[in-house]
């Protein structure tokens, strides 16, 4: 019970930590940026750096959660009918 718990909690624990990291380089470039006067334009480059750290950090998380997805619709398909 507790297992399953877990697991299906998995991806939107996944996806809150995304979108925290997108907010947080996002703020954290526009007081970076505003301190050398381009406080716009550092916040697109901290979100662009926020994405790609996302997307190196997460991305295999977020495939082994596809792949988890994808064996579970597998086992659905195969199960006999009664």
């Given at each position: 019970?507790?297992?399953?718990?877990?697991?299906?909690?998995?991806?939107?624990?996944?996806e809150?930590?995304?979108?925290?990291?997108?907010?947080?380089s996002?703020?954290?470039?526009?007081?970076?940026?505003?301190?050398?006067?381009?406080?716009?334009?550092?916040?697109?480059?901290?979100?662009?750096?926020?994405?790609?750290?996302?997307?190196?950090?997460?991305?295999?998380?977020?495939?082994?959660?596809?792949?988890?997805?994808?064996?579970?619709?597998?086992?659905?398909?195969?199960?006999?009918?009664?």
């Open positions: 019970m507790l297992t399953k718990l877990i697991v299906n909690s998995y991806a939107l624990l996944i809150i930590s995304l979108w925290l990291v997108l907010l947080l996002l703020v954290g470039g526009g007081i970076i940026g505003g301190q050398m006067n381009a406080g716009f334009f550092g916040a697109v480059i901290g979100l662009l750096i926020g994405f790609i750290v996302a997307v190196v950090f997460f991305g295999g998380f977020l495939i082994l959660d596809d792949i988890r997805k994808t064996v579970r619709t597998i086992e659905n398909l195969k199960k006999p009918s009664v």
